[in-house]
């Protein structure tokens, strides 16, 4: 079978389909693992061409694999892009996607709602590197942070943990008015519900480690790129380079092809943050059901969101289904499909109360992960987000009260009679007052 079918196939087709064929030499259906370090030479020739990129067979796992590259073309084809990298970890392909554009001296235009490794990557790591960032908190803030030495914009899909949406094709508008690219972490959607390169986006990454694998048991990460971008303005990819004998990137692939061919070559093979071929396995072997576990995973948060607003313990429910959600009329335009099956909820009770609830849940798991078949809770105040102020946490809606919740793939009715359990437990006594009643 072809790796690209001549006819297009539905997502579902493609995830179990897209870019393995049955190994030409054993028949084996699944993609073997290829755990190897190296790939032989037939001969002197052999080698010289490989290495001058003249001859495209394998040469070494940490700039290419079989299994990898079976994986990358599945992950490609459902993100409806031309060209996947896979890597070590989500932070390793967002790292790399943006290094593959940034340098010293340019500037990065991110959205304010960010999964805290990222925050961290661009206000640490990136500063070091001389490369500034802004963050934008609303629509109008994308236009007014632009610089003259902007270079990128980033913005995950639906953003962890109060479920914004992105309005990808206004945000990428204003990017392409500036000639840049718009880059977006779409873990928390999953192609399945948006395909940003659709919409306009330029690069795609993903945490593979969540959705996208499922299972929970692997790190992974990719950037998917499509040809939809003209590179000619980023002068590391048109000015002459040693290992492409003198020429740029650009003469070598094209202005559409030039990113994602130096990305690949220089950025992601010298950094090495490289994906083990048995963890590109089991992303696949996640890949496979994609589908059929978003759509449950998100209609059975749909329904624990509506079920959590009508409890008295309860504030409020960040879930874009919802009607009054701030990206509710968003979400309906660009989410057809479900709105993820990550949601926030905060308890009247405040802290005490979501101390009492997370140690009061049976079949929610404690656990910092989202989109496992199985469900989790955190509480972001206390962990993931410990080291912000108090008053960074309230301006980004992180109330002493909220818990995180992601959605598995259990019956609803046995994940309601668990919240019903830990919402119970929030009118007992607090700890502490159970301690000082036992002392005296
Ligand atoms: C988990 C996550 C990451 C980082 O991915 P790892 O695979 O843990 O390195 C990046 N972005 C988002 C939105 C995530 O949820």
Redesign the pocket.
């Known amino acids: 079978m072809p790796h690209v079918p001549s006819t297009p196939l539905s997502f579902a087709t493609r995830q179990v389909h897209a870019g393995a064929e049955p190994d030409p030499v054993t028949g084996a259906r699944v993609t073997p693992v290829h755990l190897t370090a190296g790939f032989v030479f037939d001969d002197f020739e052999q080698a010289r061409a490989r290495f001058a990129g003249e001859d495209d067979g394998f040469v070494y796992t940490r700039m290419g694999n079989p299994t990898t590259a079976a994986v990358e073309r599945r992950l490609a084809a459902l993100e409806g892009g031309t060209d996947a990298l896979l890597l070590g ?6 790292t790399v996607a943006l290094l593959g554009i940034l340098g010293a001296g340019d500037h990065l235009v991110a959205a304010a709602d ?2 805290e ?2 925050r961290g990557l661009f206000l640490e790591n990136f500063a070091r590197l001389g490369i500034a960032v802004d963050f934008a908190a609303g629509p109008d803030d994308w236009e007014r942070l632009v610089r003259p030495t902007t270079r990128a914009f980033f913005a ?1 899909s639906i ?2 943990p109060k479920n914004a949406v992105l309005d990808v094709p206004a945000v990428a508008a204003v990017a392409h008015r500036h000639g840049v690219p718009l880059v977006v ?1 779409n ?2 959607a999953t192609p399945y519900l948006l395909r940003p390169l659709e919409h306009g986006a330029d690069v795609v ?6 959705f996208l694998a499922g299972h929970g048991s692997a ?3 990719v950037v998917v790129t499509g040809e939809g971008f003209d590179w000619s303005g980023f002068e590391h990819l048109t000015s002459p380079v040693g290992v492409l004998g003198g020429v740029s990137w650009v003469d070598r692939y094209g202005p559409r092809r030039a990113y994602v061919e130096h990305t690949r070559g220089v950025v992601a093979s010298r950094l090495g943050p490289a994906i083990s071929p048995f963890n590109a396995f089991l992303v696949q072997q996640g890949l496979e059901t994609l589908s059929l576990r978003v759509a449950r995973q998100s209609a059975t948060a749909e329904l624990l969101a509506r079920w959590l607003l009508a409890r008295p313990e309860v504030v409020s429910v960040d879930h874009a289904a919802l009607p009054d959600h701030p990206s509710h009329a968003v979400a309906q335009r660009l989410l057809p499909l479900g709105t993820g099956a990550v949601l926030s909820v905060t308890l009247a009770g405040g802290r005490s109360a979501a101390q009492r609830f997370v140690d009061a849940v049976e079949l929610f798991t404690r656990m910092t ?3 496992d078949v199985r469900s989790l809770v955190i509480h972001p105040a206390s962990t993931t987000h410990a080291h912000r102020t108090e008053t960074e946490r309230l301006e980004t809606g992180i109330w002493p009260g909220l818990l995180r919740l992601s959605i598995g793939l259990e019956e609803s009715a046995d994940l309601v009679a668990d919240l019903e359990r830990a919402l119970a437990a929030t009118h007992e006594p607090a700890p502490e007052e159970t301690l000082v009643e036992v002392g005296s």
Not at 205 to 210: G, L, N, Q, T, Y
Request: aromatic share 8%.
């Open positions: 970890t989500g932070q390793a392909a967002l960010l999964y490794g990222s995950e953003a962890n972490d873990t928390f990454v993903h945490s593979a480690s969540k790190l992974g990460g992960h989202v989109g």
